[in-house]
């Protein structure tokens, strides 16, 4: 098979949802001693972001998503060591750390956010649900996150997201982490008034701020 | 019936899953399978069916998914699941007309079927929205009460006391919604109806300790004790300790469900299946004296797009058809007070479920129950003359009404009018709603009542 058949076959994989076709188009690629990042880009990756359009246009549902990231996953098992043995690395836009604020346990839109972000070439780190304040901290400093993501769906849960921002600051490292807040009760004008740094309505305007945040940070 | 204990026992003893491996390899393939299996397909120009045959295989394919997949119990990690046999034996044993309420206002929820000429039960109130102050708390439960057709009220949640800000899971939470139980029970009084029953226990609750330590300040167990399961199908302790506490204490539990168009559940018809479950799960798991089904599109956040209306009235005449445990329905809408796309939004909601055979409905709050002190006794007044203007009417014909007030709104459904806060549509003192909101309210019943409904009230 040739580079192009093999990243049309990890491209499908994707788009398909079949991790058998995944793994055998990465250990082909390895095999053929191919690019395995061009692989990503132009395979892998370019699956991800026609799965995560179906989903903004719910032509497929949550369980396909994350099932396609897990596709995602297993082909890069492959393709990792060998991208490292090159002495290379996947580019990354950037580290989130997220989760939902303490007591809250509703977490599918928190895990709509972290699937698309994961697409769009963010390393993310999902704390789960009922995540403390100090717990944020804790997981933001181990991974060396840029942002840190709390979700709430309840107004009393809600607080969690103003808390992290005025433990931050409280602590003087207000400017380290760049705080992105989300959920059914959360608006730009909440976001705006604990003084978060962006808010996103929906899991893909989420990412799109996340991308933004980035991108301020980097220049 | 498999008796509580033998519930929790299964909580320990049953199939050990992840929980991404119970969503992923347990409830979506065999969801799918069975959606397939059964042949149900949504029908987006025909939101309320009339399809017996389609409402019988939806409820039989939903008792084949919880005979299936059963309830997760995220504690544990493990599945506690039900043979058919035991799921029919609790369908068979199901209570069908709880009584809630105390005194002249005790009456008894009973089921309905699709078509009924019986008046629904009404569960008016704020739905579990937060309010900003006690005040605006009293007002607004004193304005539910106020209303002659309220069977029973939902209660908002308190989202401050004495001014500081309620955080959940904390001591302050113990404190508000011990709060929350005195304030309803001093508006319930004022609205002259003290045995009004209150069907979402205590709504500033979040934790099991809130709901617990709250009921001791005046909660009774002739009131409905709201209880819900986690999306899809999942439970925690946390619930389970409260059901253990009300059903000891001879309470009814309420038990509300929202399956996620969009989520786990797919599509439409997977969400179909999906509230049938709910309902079997509501009588073996949650020991409920009724179901509060509430199906709710992922994207939206809201009940009232077409293919979520489908889901509320294919699976309510699935289960009304085929169960007596008494089902209803809550309208989340997306607009708030003092919009016009409120009184269609909800009307399009109500219509169907009524005619559909839900035993009554409930009031929504407002702008998605998501935004503070956006709620109204406007909108659950509307919701109770709507209500009693739909038995003894057809589902074809419900059907023809719901589509033209779909077209009045569903324009605006990705981006609906959050409408106004209660103290700005409403004088809180002598609780008399806008001249505004009033017109707004007489132009929606004039326009429904040419599109062919016959107000009682």
Redesign the interface.
Known sequence: MNKEAIFEELFRAIVEVDEEKAMEAANELVKGKIDPLEGVNKGLSKGMDVIGERFEKFEIYLPDLIMAGDVFNAAMEVLEPEIMARGKSVAKKGTIVLGTAKGDIHEIGKDIVAMLLKTAGFEVHDLGKDVSTATFLQEAEKAKADIIGVSALLTTTLLGQKDLIDLLKEIGKRDRYMVMVGGGPASQDWADKIGADGYGVTAKEAVSVALKLISKKGA | MVSFIDVINRAWTGPYYSE?DY??KVF?PKLREIVKKYKIKCDPENVVPCDDDLADRIFKAGVELYASVGTYCVDTQRIIQFTEAEIREALAGAPSAPVFGEGKDAKALVARKPESNTAPWCFLGACGV?VSSEEIFVSIVQGYGEIPLADSITAP?L?TLNGT?????SPL?IL?CIKSVVLLREALEKAGRPGLPVMNSIA?A??DQGKIAGSQFGLRPSDGWLIGP??EMKV?FERLNEIAYVTSLGGHVVVDASP?L??????PEGAAVTAVAYHVQAILVFRGSCHDSFPIH??T?CSTDRATLWVINASSQGITRNSHFPLFNISIIGSGPETEMEFYENAACVIGTVVSGSAGVESPGGA?????DHVSPMISKWTAEVAHAVPGMKRDEANEIVKRLLLKYEGNIDNPPQGKRYQDCYNIKTLEPSSRYVELYEKAKEELTGYGLNFKF
């Open positions: 991404k969503n992923l979506v937060a949640s989202a800000a309620v955080q959940a899971g939470e508000a500033t979040v934790s986690m999306a925690n996620m969009g989520g786990y559940c797919g599509g992922l994207r956040s998605k129950n998501a935004v503070t």
